[in-house]
Each structure stands twice: as C-alpha cells, then as structure tokens.
C-alpha cells in the first residue's frame, strides 16, 4: 500500500494519492479527504452509518466512492452589472479498484459526473466579466449542466513509483498543481489555480493520457497528453476530435519534493505546456511555462510563490505572478488562506493591449461536522482591464459543501 501523507492542508492528507503526482480536487484525494475523521467544530458525525456502509462496499468490492452537493453565492459592491451570482454543483465520484486489489501496483476505473447549474442570470464563473475583469472569479461553479469529467482508467506501476492515466481525463488533476488550488475548498479565483492563469486551457472529460513517477526520492516527473477540443456534456464527441482533428494539449512538469509523501507540501517544479490550433473555434496554438515553489510546516503555514507565462494559445494572461499563504492552526478543521496576484491580460487573446490588473483573495474553509464545511470568501480586483473607468471590484463569497 502506499505511504499515507499526514498535512496541515485539508485537502491533501491522509491519502495514498500523495505519492500519485496529483492534486486535492483529483477523485481519489477527494476520497481520502471524505474518509479521514476530522476535529469538526460542531463535533457532530450525522453519516457515521452511511460511512460504515460504504467502507463495507468497498472492502467486498473495491468499490469507494462519494456524493456531495456544493453551492457559491457571490455579492458584488458596487457593481456596473449585475451585483450578485449564485450556482450549485452535484456531484457523483469513485474508483473501482478492479485488478490487484490491495496491491501496490493495482488498477482502477475512476470517475466523476456533474451537473453543474446557476440560481441567478449570471454563474460566478462569469461574474468578473460584470465589472471589467478578465478572469474567471471561479472556475467550476457555472450553468453547464450535466458533465462528465473523469472516465478513466488509472495503473499504478513500478512499486507505486509511477502512476498512469487512460481515458477521459481532468489535466487539473495534474498539471501545475498545489495543495491550495481548489475552487471547491480553497481559493477560487483562477489567477491562485494551475498555471495561473497564464495557460492555453485545462481541459477536462478529455480523451488522452497521463503518466508520471519518482525519478529518485525526490525528483519526479510527469507528462501528459489531452484532447483540447474536449466536451465533457458529451464524451461520445471525444472520439471525433481527437482521432480525426487531433488538435491536442501538452504537458510536462519536472519537480523536486521533499519526500514522497507529502509531495506537494515542500515542493518546486516547473511546467512546459503546448497547445495545438484549435481551428473550430478559432484559437491560436501557444506555448507557455508555469513555476511553482510552495512550503509548509509543522506549525500549520504554506507560502507560496507561483506564475506563469504564456506565448498565445487562448490563454487568458500573457504573465501572471501569484504569492501568499495557507494557515490552519488545527488541520482538517479550518483552513485560513490568503493571495495576491498580478497578472497581464494576453493581447492575442483580447486583440488590445489592455492595463495590468490586481488581485487579492482571502477566504476562510471551516468544518462544521464530518459532512458539511462553509468558506466566506472576499475577492478585490484592481484596474480591472475590461472597465477602465472602473479601478476596483470588489465582492464577498459564501460557498457550502455537503458530502457523504
């Protein structure tokens, strides 16, 4: 069995997918984050029984998985659009864990489907736009409806070293990850997500493959190779894209971590990403880097510095540099984090040079009980680039998740 990660960030402990190059919203860190017994401010374990029957399950069958059901409310002040977004997301996730059961070197069917709905006229994946800025003000909570984002299957090899993805994939899951890049739980402004913002597209529910593995104890890489042209509300589709367009996006990371274990804890690694033409819709190829130096300890603080820098391909920034910190005083009962970003609009993308802008980020995760965690959240955007005469916007959060 792989060696289990103990951290001060919910989203990443206790999990065997610490030694899986992958980052905390990947399905089997979600399960290993559900599964683990939390110090809940309320004390209250409502599920005790349901969790007892899904461990059963997955003893008889390899069978793990969960439901949640998540919810965002934005509340802009003063804004020259509308003033508030609201949406909700059901979600349904697991492994199969279907040869060498047990083992280290096992193989699993991983999946996740969504149905991803708006309360109000505007999603808060799109609320920036309502006052100027370019970014997205989080990146999952839209009006998509039903999605299918993981359908896969995963091996892992080599004694556990290695780790390989074939199917429908998430590239969120592995590309330029780190334990506070979590619009579900952590921050969910894109600038603070993989690549900063300064990258052509993560698809996901898309048709390719991942593999990556420990070179040595600490070095470790990881490449992948994904359809750019993917529509998760249809995977069928996936087929057709990439075998007849093969309009693909690349990745590859080299890292250094401290230990195995805690991989993404104490970690510098850098990103080269490439992205074919998409000639459907329009978008450019490009190419682009992305850096990423994170620390922890003992004490429950993270820093972090993080950019990234993109050559066209449909990027939202041209440059993009973000710094901060995760807290958590007591881990897996609240998580306090903190970041500020400054990015450069790409001029390809918007056709105009447009002004630097600013952001900062502060949001506050807490457990309630086993099952149930709120985050208020407050974003300030400065020189949003799209309303000149507008110089800030700002807008407070409540997201509530509810799992089982």
Do not use: C
Request: no cysteine; proline share 4%.
């Amino acid at each position: 069995m792989l060696l289990a990660a103990t951290t001060a960030v919910p989203g990443l402990h206790a999990q065997e997918a610490a030694s899986d190059l992958i980052g905390p919203d990947a399905v089997t860190s979600q399960l290993a984050t559900d599964e683990k017994d939390k110090p809940d401010l309320l004390g209250i374990d409502a599920q005790a029984g349901f969790d007892e029957w899904k461990a059963g399950v997955k003893e008889r069958t390899g069978l793990d998985f969960g439901i949640d059901y998540n919810s965002l409310g934005f509340a802009a002040i003063d804004s020259p659009g509308k003033s508030s977004a609201a949406s909700g997301v059901f979600r349904v996730f697991g492994t199969w864990e279907l040869y060498n059961r047990g083992e280290v070197n096992n193989g699993s069917i991983v999946f996740k489907v969504e149905n991803r709905h708006a309360y109000t006229d505007v999603a808060p994946s799109a609320f920036g736009g309502e006052f100027g800025y370019v970014g997205l003000t989080n990146t999952v909570f839209s009006d998509q409806g039903w999605r299918t984002t993981h359908l896969f299957w995963q091996q892992r090899f080599a004694d556990g070293r290695g780790i390989s993805y074939l199917g429908f994939l998430d590239t969120t899951d592995y590309v330029d990850v780190y334990p506070l890049a979590s619009p579900w739980s952590g921050f969910g402004n894109i600038a603070f997500e993989n690549g900063s913002g300064a990258i052509g597209g993560t698809p996901d529910g898309a048709l390719g493959a991942m593999v990556g593995g420990f070179l040595t104890d600490q070095l470790y890489l990881v490449g992948g190779i994904a359809d750019a042209n993917s529509d998760p509300t249809d995977l069928a589709e996936g087929f057709d894209t990439l075998f007849n367009d093969f309009e693909t996006f690349k990745s590859l990371e080299f890292g250094w971590a401290s230990k195995r274990e805690e991989v993404f804890l104490n970690n510098v690694h850098v990103t080269f990403w490439q992205i074919d033409e998409k000639s459907e819709l329009g978008t450019p190829d490009g190419w682009g880097v992305s850096f990423s130096l994170v620390s922890s300890n003992d004490d429950g603080w993270m820093p972090f510095l993080r950019g990234g820098w993109a050559d066209d391909g449909g990027s939202l920034y041209e440059a993009s540099v973000s710094t901060g910190f995760g807290y958590t005083p007591r881990p897996g009962q609240a998580l306090l984090g903190v970041g500020l970003n400054w990015n450069r609009p790409n001029e390809s993308t918007y056709d105009a040079s447009l002004s630097d802008q600013y952001s900062l980020e502060l949001f506050q995760q807490l457990q309630l009980t086993e099952g149930v965690e709120i985050t208020p959240n407050v974003q300030v955007i400065r020189n949003p680039a799209l309303e000149p005469s507008d110089n800030w916007g700002v807008f407070f959060g409540l997201r509530l998740r509810v799992a089982l």
